[in-house]
C-alpha cells in the first residue's frame, strides 16, 4: 500500500512562499519614519538657522551702516539649505531691504543683493550692488544746489529734474522752468543744465548766458554744484550711475571683494 506524503512535504517551496508572506513590515515601517523625522528635522534645524542668518546679517548691517535706531530692516537668504551654506563658511546670496535708510542728508529706500557673503565680518564678500531710492520729496533737500536762484517747485520727470521759479525783471514778472540731468562723477551728485524755459521761449544754457537782458538772471540760475554722495556712505560703496527713474532720484553703487567690517569708513568726493 503506498504511503501518502504530507502536502507540505510534496510541496516543500510553498511553505517557504508562505513564511516570506507573512514576514513582518514593521522594520520597514519604523525605518520610513525615522527618515521622515530626520528630514522634517532637517527643514526645523534650517528654518531655525536661516533666521538666525537673518537677524545676524541685520544686526551686522545696521552697526555697519549706522542706521538710527528703529530703522526696518528685511532680510532674505538665498540659495540652497543654510545649513549647507554655514558649514560652506559663506552664504550664496543675501537680499537686504531698508525703508528710509538715513544718510546725513540723504533720505531715501534700500535694496542690497550680496553675493558670498562670508560668515566672518572681516572678510570680503564678492558682490555687493546697492539701489539707492530717494523720493520727489527729499529732493527737494538739494534746492540749494539746483539753482542760485529761490525754487517754487521741484518734480521728478524721467529722465529730468524740472524745477520753476519766478521773479521779476525790469519790473515784469518772469516765470522761468528748467530741466536738470542728475549724474555722478567721482562720488558727487551733478546737475547738467538740458532745457531752459523762460516766459515759455526755450533756451540753452549757453543761449541764455548770451541772451540781452539775460546775463543777470543765467549767472545766478546756472549755479548748479554737486553733492557729495560718497562722504555719506561706506568708502567700499562706488558710486556708479544716478538718474531719475520714475519718481525717484535713483543712485546704484557696488563693491567687489569688500568686507562688512570696513563699512564704518565714509567715502569721499574728489
Same mark, same amino acid.
Given at each position: =500500500?503506498?504511503?501518502?506524503?504530507? %502536502?507540505?512535504?510534496? %510541496?516543500?517551496?510553498?511553505?517557504?512562499?508562505?513564511?516570506?508572506?507573512?514576514?513582518?513590515?514593521?522594520?520597514?515601517?519604523?525605518?520610513?519614519?525615522?527618515?521622515?523625522?530626520?528630514?522634517?528635522?532637517?527643514?526645523?534645524?534650517?528654518?531655525?538657522?536661516?533666521?538666525?542668518?537673518?537677524?545676524?546679517? &541685520?544686526?551686522?548691517?545696521?552697526?555697519?551702516?549706522?542706521?538710527?535706531?528703529?530703522?526696518?530692516?528685511?532680510?532674505?537668504?538665498?540659495?540652497?539649505?543654510?545649513?549647507?551654506?554655514?558649514?560652506?563658511? @559663506?552664504?550664496?546670496?543675501?537680499?537686504?531691504?531698508?525703508?528710509?535708510?538715513?544718510?546725513?542728508?540723504?533720505?531715501?529706500? =534700500?535694496?542690497? %543683493?550680496?553675493?558670498?557673503?562670508?560668515?566672518?565680518?572681516?572678510?570680503?564678500? @564678492?558682490?555687493?550692488?546697492?539701489?539707492?531710492? =530717494?523720493? &520727489?520729496?527729499?529732493?527737494?533737500?538739494?534746492?540749494?544746489?539746483?539753482?542760485?536762484?529761490?525754487?517754487?517747485?521741484?518734480?521728478?520727470?524721467?529722465?529730468?529734474?524740472?524745477?520753476?521759479?519766478?521773479?521779476?525783471?525790469?519790473?515784469?514778472?518772469?516765470?522761468?522752468?528748467?530741466?536738470?540731468?542728475?549724474?555722478?562723477?567721482?562720488?558727487?551728485?551733478?546737475?547738467?543744465?538740458?532745457?531752459?524755459?523762460?516766459?515759455?521761449?526755450?533756451?540753452?544754457?549757453?543761449?541764455?548766458?548770451?541772451? +540781452?537782458?539775460?546775463?543777470?538772471?543765467?549767472?545766478?540760475?546756472?549755479?548748479?554744484?554737486?553733492?557729495?554722495?560718497?562722504?555719506?556712505? +561706506?568708502?567700499?560703496?562706488?558710486?556708479?550711475?544716478?538718474?531719475?527713474?520714475?519718481? &525717484?532720484?535713483?543712485?546704484?553703487?557696488?563693491?567687489?571683494?569688500?568686507?562688512?567690517?570696513?563699512?564704518?569708513?565714509?567715502?569721499?568726493?574728489?
Amino acid at each position: =500500500m503506498a504511503t501518502r506524503m504530507p %502536502h507540505d512535504a510534496a %510541496h516543500p517551496d510553498a511553505a517557504h512562499a508562505w513564511g516570506e508572506r507573512r514576514r513582518p513590515l514593521w522594520p520597514w515601517i519604523t525605518l520610513g519614519v525615522v527618515l521622515v523625522l530626520l528630514v522634517v528635522a532637517f527643514f526645523v534645524l534650517d528654518a531655525f538657522a536661516r533666521g538666525v542668518a537673518r537677524d545676524e546679517i &541685520e544686526s551686522r548691517l545696521t552697526s555697519a551702516l549706522g542706521l538710527p535706531a528703529g530703522t526696518e530692516v528685511e532680510v532674505e537668504v538665498g540659495g540652497g539649505p543654510v545649513l549647507f551654506q554655514l558649514a560652506a563658511g @559663506s552664504l550664496d546670496s543675501v537680499d537686504v531691504a531698508i525703508q528710509d535708510a538715513t544718510f546725513g542728508r540723504l533720505i531715501g529706500d =534700500m535694496d542690497i %543683493h550680496a553675493e558670498g557673503v562670508p560668515l566672518d565680518a572681516s572678510a570680503p564678500t @564678492s558682490l555687493i550692488e546697492v539701489r539707492y531710492a =530717494m523720493p &520727489e520729496s527729499e529732493v527737494a533737500e538739494f534746492r540749494e544746489e539746483l539753482a542760485g536762484l529761490p525754487l517754487d517747485s521741484i518734480a521728478l520727470d524721467e529722465p529730468e529734474i524740472v524745477t520753476s521759479t519766478s521773479f521779476r525783471l525790469f519790473g515784469f514778472p518772469v516765470s522761468v522752468g528748467m530741466g536738470l540731468e542728475p549724474s555722478a562723477d567721482a562720488g558727487q551728485l551733478i546737475f547738467t543744465p538740458t532745457t531752459i524755459f523762460v516766459q515759455d521761449q526755450e533756451f540753452s544754457a549757453d543761449s541764455l548766458r548770451s541772451a +540781452p537782458g539775460f546775463g543777470p538772471l543765467a549767472t545766478r540760475l546756472l549755479q548748479q554744484r554737486p553733492v557729495c554722495i560718497a562722504q555719506e556712505l +561706506p568708502a567700499a560703496l562706488v558710486l556708479d550711475t544716478i538718474s531719475v527713474e520714475g519718481d &525717484e532720484l535713483v543712485a546704484h553703487l557696488s563693491a567687489h571683494d569688500a568686507a562688512l567690517a570696513t563699512f564704518t569708513t565714509k567715502g569721499t568726493c574728489g
